[in-house]
């Protein structure tokens, strides 16, 4: 082990002063209270009919998830937060949040994109967990060759386990021509083993499974390196001194990554409120139902890691479930007023994977916003914003009545 920088009870003394006075001790409480009750078919509590097995690594998930990571354990060193929760919150943990990640890259002379990885891209991480004489010269900043540079919301990840186990089947059968200029691309991507998959995952689909992304969001944006990613993110490509390094590599051998899955995974979607029938009818009819598909169905047979690389259970829970995500999980070309220039996969600028819009009425009521970026305050604006491949159908809903336009927007506002 090599020296730390800071002598151990300080460090602790000024996580504990900063989280106290962020979150008025909050979190210190949930650090060391008993494990949160969560009942059976409230927002952020678990999928009905898990065996008891499954219901104890859900809680046990649930804990880690809420898990303030430290210094000592191999926070950063460049992260953006130090817990799933903060990020994934409102109203509850595995909900949404106005914490936006700033993503940046630039154009090859060629035209494809390039993350800027030798400087630090494409995620920036402003906060640095090395103190002097370890310190690498200040936060990550922008490069000044980032021409590209798009922030994203941290979304709602309610249902995960839900939407992870769509076969990619079901998925590719639906990106045909749909008519009205509806036509779905699925993003193909790596998943953790190098296996061609079908994206179900992030913005632009660009995550395979539930577990890769687990893996990611662990990493890049808390600096917790782990088997699937073991490759600490350097601050603007800075090396980092080696008297600096204290933790060992990677920094979690896989068992907070499983537990952060488990709770993911049995996280039970939002239960859609009243609706509205003739705003339902409409929703099908003008087309939006044609990227925003009301349902598919999981998969026939899900087996569940319990341990990284070792043993795992079936789960009768989540096969043949159906999911009514209103999503296609396909990417549509979205128009320039959407377009944030990102280029993931198959994933053009433009190009969005359709919002999930279960749990719209739970993002609604927190006010942070939605679309990609948290610019629409409501479904109208979000409406409004749609255009690309979205044109003829924002078209149709523009040719509405006040009064049918109400309602569809009352159907989707209640999901
Ligand atoms: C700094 C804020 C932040 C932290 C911390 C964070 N996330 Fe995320 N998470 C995001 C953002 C932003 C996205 C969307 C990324 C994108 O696609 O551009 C996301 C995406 C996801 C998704 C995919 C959601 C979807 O609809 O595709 C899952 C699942 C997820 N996070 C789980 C986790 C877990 C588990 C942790 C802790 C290990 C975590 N996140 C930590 C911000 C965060
Ligand atoms: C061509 C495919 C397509 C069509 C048609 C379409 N959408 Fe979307 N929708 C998307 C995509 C892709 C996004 C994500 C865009 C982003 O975040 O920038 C989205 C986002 C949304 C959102 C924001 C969700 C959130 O939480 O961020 C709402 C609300 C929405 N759509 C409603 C509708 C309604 C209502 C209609 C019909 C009038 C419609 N959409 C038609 C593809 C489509």
């Known amino acids: 082990m090599n020296t730390p920088c800071w002598t151990m009870p300080r460090r602790i003394l000024l996580i504990l002063a900063v989280a106290a006075l962020l979150t008025g001790g909050y979190w210190l409480l949930q650090e060391v209270g008993p494990p949160t009750v969560r009942a059976g078919t409230s927002l952020g509590g678990p999928l009905p009919g898990l065996t008891p097995f499954e219901l104890k690594l859900f809680d046990k998930g649930a804990a880690t998830f809420d898990h303030i990571w430290t210094r000592r354990?191999?926070?950063g060193p460049a992260y953006l937060?130090?817990?799933c929760n903060i990020c994934h919150s409102t109203p509850v943990s595995g909900g949404n949040s106005t914490i936006q990640v700033t993503f940046f890259?630039?154009?090859?002379s060629d035209g494809s994109f390039n993350s800027l990885l030798n400087e630090g891209g494409e995620v920036l991480q402003q906060v640095l967990q090395f103190p002097p004489p370890c310190n690498l010269g200040g936060n990550e900043v922008l490069p000044p060759d980032a021409t590209i540079v798009a922030s994203h919301q941290s979304p709602q990840t309610f249902g995960m386990g839900l939407?992870?186990?769509?076969?990619?089947?079901?998925i590719l059968a639906n990106a045909i021509d749909k008519g009205m200029e509806v036509h779905g691309?699925?993003?193909i991507v790596l998943d953790e083993n190098g296996n061609q998959r079908v994206g179900h995952f992030g913005y632009k689909a660009q995550l395979a499974d539930l577990l890769q992304t687990t893996a990611i969001d662990l990493q890049s944006f808390i600096g917790i390196?782990?088997?699937?990613?073991?490759?600490?993110?350097?601050p603007n490509g800075k090396v980092i001194p080696p008297g600096c390094r204290t933790v060992r590599e990677p920094n979690d051998d896989g068992t907070r990554m499983i537990e952060d899955f488990h709770f993911q995974v049995y996280l039970a979607p939002n239960a859609p409120g009243v609706g509205n029938a003739n705003g339902q009818a409409l929703f099908t009819s003008i087309g939006c139902a044609l990227c925003h598909l009301p349902t598919y169905t999981t998969a026939s047979s899900v087996i569940i890691p319990v341990v990284w690389q070792g043993r795992s259970i079936e789960s009768k829970a989540l096969e043949n479930q159906p999911v009514n995500l209103y999503s296609d999980l396909l990417l549509h070309d979205m128009g320039g007023v959407l377009a944030d220039g990102l280029v993931e996969g198959l994933a053009t600028g433009s190009d969005f994977r359709t919002t999930p819009l279960w749990g719209l009425s739970t993002r609604l009521a927190s006010g942070d916003g939605i679309l990609h970026d948290g610019r629409a305050k409501d479904v109208a604006a979000?409406?409004?914003a749609h255009g690309g491949e979205a044109a003829t159908v924002v078209g149709n809903f523009n040719a509405l009545s006040p009064q049918d336009q109400a309602d569809l927007i009352a159907f989707v506002s209640s999901l």
């Open 185 to 187: 691309v699925a993003n």
């Open 81 to 83: 937060e130090p817990a």
């Open 225 to 234: 390196t782990n088997p699937i990613s073991p490759t600490e993110d350097r």
């Open 73 to 75: 354990q191999g926070l």
């Open 382 to 384: 979000a409406i409004a």
């Open 163 to 170: 939407i992870d186990n769509i076969p990619d089947a079901s």
């Open 105 to 108: 890259g630039t154009l090859n």
